[in-house]
T-cell receptor
Framework: NAGVTQTPKFQVLKTGQSMTLQCAQD?????MYWYRQDPGMGLRLIYY???????DKGEVPNGYNVSRLNKREFSLRLESAAPSQTSVYFC???????????FGSGTRLTVV | SQQGEEDPQALSIQEGENATMNCSYK?????LQWYRQNSGRGLVHLIL?????REKHSGRLRVTLDTSKKSSSLLITASRAADTASYFC?????????????FGTGTRLKVLA
């Protein structure tokens, strides 16, 4: 099925560990995004990529890095995880803005 | 900081009633979109309204936009238990060759059967 695929779905990290969240879309969309969702905070934009080879900071980029590996894939890396990064992470992509975002199903990350 | 703020934060209604939720935002926008999120799932795009439009309909959804007041409302008519979800507005501003979408904090809607 066409859409946005995120892996893993769940992850528990210890403080200071690193990990990469993977995202891939098969809709030939140019733009891809990473958001985090915390209770009562809605979604906050971490990083986005308008096209292959470009990335830009969003509202809350500190503690994260991203890579737009190719048109399909956009990964999010936590170099040294902190408890404050406990959250649900969503990847999204968009083509024509008329149709909005297509979201992945999320990665639930807990940092202990 | 959040661009959009929805109110109310939570809304509980009976099946068949109408549900109205509001969104206010801070800066100029290109378009505004509404999304639904069922518990534990990703967001689903519902409807988009451009900055030069005042009202738009899609099925049981009606969206209005008042750019002078920087506000939008989403009306769901004849609500159903399946409409129980959180609803978010997202404002789109051009940035770096694409659109940057900033989401509000959401309205949790509960429709009682």
């Amino acid at each position: 099925n066409a859409g946005v695929t995120q892996t893993p779905k769940f992850q528990v990290l210890k403080t200071g560990q690193s990990m990469t969240l993977q995202c891939a879309q098969d809709m030939n969309h140019n733009s891809m995004y990473w958001y985090r969702q915390d209770p009562g905070m809605g979604l906050r934009l971490i990083y986005y990529s308008a096209s292959e080879g470009t990335t830009d900071k969003g509202e809350v980029p500190n503690g994260y890095n991203v890579s737009r590996l190719n048109k399909r894939e956009f990964s999010l890396r936590l170099e040294s995880a902190a408890p404050s990064q406990t959250s649900v992470y969503f990847c999204a992509s968009s083509g024509l803005y008329e149709y909005g975002y297509t979201f992945g199903s999320g990665t639930r990350l807990t940092v202990v | 900081s959040q661009q959009g703020e929805e109110d109310p934060q939570a809304l509980s209604i009976q099946e068949g009633e109408n549900a109205t939720m509001n969104c206010s935002y801070k800066t100029s926008i290109n378009n505004l979109q509404w999304y639904r999120q069922n518990s534990g799932r990703g967001l689903v795009h519902l409807i988009l309204i451009r900055s030069n439009e005042r009202e738009k309909h899609s099925g049981r959804l009606r969206v209005t936009l008042d750019t002078s007041k920087k506000s939008s409302s989403l009306l769901i008519t004849a609500s159903r238990a399946a409409d129980t979800a959180s609803y978010f507005c997202a404002t789109a501003t051009p940035s770096s060759g694409t659109y940057k979408y900033i989401f509000g904090t959401g309205t949790r809607l509960k429709v009682l059967a």
